[in-house]
């Protein structure tokens, strides 16, 4: 049996920028989404880079937040 990697998802992503557009701040934002203040800063800073699962989770809170709080508030 052949496996097959998808790759789902960007491969870079502008976590600041996607904070910024939403008007929040590193705290409300991490706190928000359920996100480390100190992995954000990370993040936003260029000292880490979010994983893929981390990555599809921000594309989802770009084009979807409402329903990504709806979801965490269940």
């Known amino acids: ?31 928000a989404f359920g996100l480390s203040l100190y992995t954000l800063r990370n993040w936003e800073q260029g000292k880490r880079q979010p994983d893929p699962a981390a990555r599809a989770y921000l594309r989802v809170i770009e084009v979807a937040p409402d329903v990504v709080r709806q979801a965490l508030s269940q």
């Open 1 to 31: 049996v052949k496996h097959r990697l998808i790759r789902a998802g960007p491969r870079t992503i502008d976590v600041r920028s996607i904070r910024q557009r939403m008007g929040l701040s590193q705290a409300v934002f991490a706190s």
